[in-house]
C-alpha cells in the first residue's frame, strides 16, 4: 500500500474511521497558506519525551499557539493537556486530518522513528507547514517519498529537530569548512556515545498484555502486527528495528550536520558498510563503526571520493593520526580532516578546536566569521511559516533528509556486517545486493497506516 496516492489514501483513512473523508484542498499555486497570518496554529503529535522540548518552545513564540495535541498514550496527553487546556485531545492523528483539518495550520511530528512518515506526509498533502523530529524517517524508501513530497510543496516552511545549530560555535565551524579555510577535505569522523544491545538486551522478552494507557494498534502504526513486550514502549523503542534506528539515527543530524552544511556536494552516498560483533533479529546491532562514502569532484576535496567514518558505543578514533594532538576527547564529537588542519567540535559547540601542525589555532585567526548572530531554531520555522522571507531555517526537510540518509544507511547495513553495499538512491537499490535491496530499504505498511502520495 505505500503507493497509495493522496485521494486513495483519503478514502483509505475515512473508511477505516468511519468518518468524513479528508477533505481534497484546491491547489494554492505555490501559495503559503499562512503567508501574513497573526497567528501559527499548531498540532503537536506525539506529545511525550521530546515533544515537550520543541512544544515549550514553539509555545513561547508570541505569534504561535498549540492548538492541538495527539498520542497514542493517555498518560502524556492527559497531563500535557491539562497545561494546554484550549487545546483539543485525540489518540488517532488520522481522526484529526479527516474531522478538524481546518482547526491547524501546522504540525509538530515527535513520535517514535517508524512513525514519522505518514502524518509528515499527510500535513505536507493537506497544506500544513511541518516541523519533524530526527531522524526524519525509518525506512530507506521513506528518504525519497519525503524528498518528492517537499519538491512538491516548495511554498511550506519545514524543519528538523535539529536546535544545536543555536550554538554559534557550531555556525562558525560551518563558515571555516564553507570557505575551505582549513584546505580541501579529506575525512569526516562521527562518534556518538549510545551503547545499546547488551547480551541481556538481545534476550527477546516475553509477550504481555499492554499497558492500559496505550493503544498498541495504533502505537504499532504500519509496523507488522505483533505482541507488547516490556522494552519497547513507550520509550526503549529505539533499540527495535521495526521501530526505532538505534544511536546512529538518533544521533546522525547532531554529527553529521556540519559536514552536510559545508560541503553541500555530498549528495548521495555511493556506498556503505557497517561493522558489528552484535546481531539480533529483532534488536538493532551495536558497536558500529561505519563508512559511508561518497562520490565528489571540485577544488573543496582533495580526492574524487569522501568517506565519513561514523560509530556507536563510544568508539573513538586515533585522533592523533587525523591531527589532533590528544589520545581520547569522550564521544559526541564531530572532525573534519582538512589539508591544512583539523576541525573537532562536540555536539553542543562547548569544545570547539581547530589544529594546524599539531597546534591550536583561533577561528579569527585562520579568517573566520565569529560574528554568526543569534539564531532561533524553533522561531525561525514559525517566521518561516508566517511568511518571514528573510529568515533562514538551517535544518529544512531538504537539509535533514541528507543527514537522515547519511545516518541510517549504517544502520541498514548492519545486517550485513562487513560487506560494502553499493548504494544508488535514485533506485532504492544497493547495486550489488539484491538481498539487501530485499531486505532493508522498505516495509510493507499495515492497511490504514501507509504514507500518501503527496502532490503538487
Not at 208 to 216: E, L, T, Y
Amino acid at each position: 500500500m505505500h503507493d497509495l496516492n493522496r485521494r486513495d489514501f483519503v478514502k483509505t483513512t475515512a473508511a477505516l474511521l468511519g468518518a468524513a473523508a479528508i477533505p481534497t484542498l484546491p491547489s494554492l499555486a505555490n501559495a503559503n497558506p499562512t503567508a501574513g497570518a497573526k497567528e501559527l496554529r499548531v498540532l503537536q503529535i506525539g506529545v511525550g519525551g521530546i515533544g515537550g522540548m520543541d512544544r515549550n518552545a514553539i509555545n513561547r513564540h508570541p505569534k504561535a499557539k498549540i492548538v492541538g495535541l495527539c498520542d497514542v498514550d493517555t498518560n502524556p496527553l492527559e497531563k500535557v493537556g491539562k497545561q494546554f487546556p484550549d487545546a483539543f485531545r485525540e489518540t488517532d492523528y488520522r481522526k484529526v486530518f479527516a474531522d478538524r483539518l481546518d482547526e491547524f495550520d501546522a504540525v509538530n511530528v515527535c513520535t517514535p522513528d517508524h512513525t514519522h512518515i505518514a502524518p509528515m506526509l499527510l500535513a505536507l498533502a493537506n497544506d500544513k507547514h511541518c516541523y519533524g523530529q530526527k531522524p526524519l524517517v525509518q525506512q530507506l524508501e521513506e528518504l525519497k517519498m519525503l524528498e518528492d513530497a517537499v519538491a512538491a510543496k516548495p511554498h511550506l516552511a519545514t524543519n528538523t529537530g535539529n536546535q544545536r545549530m543555536q550554538n554559534a560555535n557550531r555556525r562558525i565551524a560551518v563558515d571555516i569548512l564553507e570557505r575551505g579555510l582549513l584546505g580541501k577535505a579529506i575525512a569526516g569522523y562521527c562518534w556518538t556515545s549510545t551503547r545499546r544491545g547488551s547480551a541481556k538486551e538481545l534476550e527477546l522478552p516475553g509477550a504481555k498484555q499492554p499497558p492500559a494507557n496505550i493503544d498498541w494498534d495504533l502505537w504499532l502504526g504500519p509496523a507488522d502486527k505483533q505482541p507488547y513486550r516490556d522494552g519497547i514502549a513507550p520509550n526503549k523503542w529505539r533499540s527495535w528495528w521495526d521501530f526505532g534506528t538505534a544511536g546512529l539515527g538518533d544521533w546522525g543530524v547532531h554529527l553529521l550536520d556540519i559536514i552536510m552544511y559545508s560541503y553541500p556536494e555530498l549528495a548521495s552516498p555511493v556506498a556503505v558498510k557497517c561493522e558489528t560483533p552484535r546481531k539480533a533479529d529483532w534488536y538493532h546491532c551495536t558497536e558500529c563503526k561505519s563508512t559511508i562514502t561518497y562520490a565528489v569532484k571540485g577544488d573543496k576535496f582533495k580526492n574524487d571520493t569522501f568517506p565519513i567514518y561514523y560509530n556507536d558505543a563510544g568508539k573513538g578514533f586515533d585522533l592523533r593520526s587525523i591531527g589532533i594532538p590528544k589520545d581520547s576527547a569522550g564521544a559526541n564529537n564531530t572532525v573534519v580532516q582538512c589539508e591544512g588542519g583539523t576541525l573537532f567540535i562536540d555536539a553542543g559547540g562547548g569544545k570547539f578546536e581547530i589544529y594546524r601542525d599539531n597546534k591550536l589555532v583561533s577561528p579569527k585567526g585562520l579568517g573566520a566569521n565569529t560574528d554568526v548572530g543569534n539564531y532561533a531554531h524553533w522561531g525561525s520555522w514559525v517566521d518561516k511559516a508566517l511568511g518571514d522571507k528573510g529568515v533562514k531555517v538551517w535544518t529544512p526537510f531538504e537539509a535533514g533528509l541528507r543527514m537522515t540518509e547519511c545516518a541510517i544507511l549504517p544502520v541498514k547495513a548492519s545486517r550485513f556486517a562487513g560487506q560494502e553495499l553499493k548504494w544508488d538512491k535514485k533506485t532504492l537499490t544497493f547495486t550489488n545486493s539484491q538481498e539487501a535491496t530485499d531486505t532493508v530499504v522498505r516495509r510493507t505498511y499495515r492497511d490504514g497506516f501507509a504514507p500518501p502520495k503527496v502532490e503538487a
